[in-house]
Nanobody, 125 residues
Framework: QVQLVESGGGLVQAGGSLRLSCVAS????????LGWFRQAPGKEREFVAR????????YYADSMKGRFTISRDNAKNTVYLQMNSLKPEDTAVYYC??????????????????WGQGTQVTVSS
């Protein structure tokens, strides 16, 4: 079992930045890949970014490359999502997810085993 708790969401103006955090517990943190997804109202859950267990390898959705950065601190059992140059279309609930044994680099929600409760990010124009 892995428990995930996100924080750091909020309201920000377009062009601004936010850093989301996700603290994990219940399993050796460094043994799981971690990802971020988001879901806007009326839309499907969308892959944002993924970090390998060590943090050395990262993957991003094309629309987030260059603006979002995923990182992790295994000593703190925490994964981060730094979001810069935010746009109104980035408004969504952002979820942290853990993949115990899925395909390397997967961006498919079905491959992730555990999910946090989500944190709301709202970008005003």
């Amino acid at each position: 079992q892995v428990q995930l708790v996100e924080s750091g969401g909020g309201l920000v103006q377009a062009g601004g930045s936010l850093r989301l955090s996700c603290v994990a517990s219940g399993r050796t943190f460094s043994s799981v890949d971690l990802g971020w997804f988001r879901q806007a109202p009326g839309k499907e859950r969308e892959f944002v970014a993924r970090s390998s267990r060590s943090g050395a390898i990262t993957y991003y959705a094309d629309s987030m490359k260059g603006r979002f950065t995923i990182s992790r601190d295994n000593a703190k059992n925490t994964v981060y999502l730094q979001m810069n140059s935010l746009k109104p279309e980035d408004t969504a609930v952002y979820y942290c997810a853990a993949d115990v044994d899925g395909p390397l680099g997967s961006g498919k929600a079905v491959d992730y085993d555990y999910w946090g409760q989500g944190t709301q990010v709202t970008v005003s124009s």
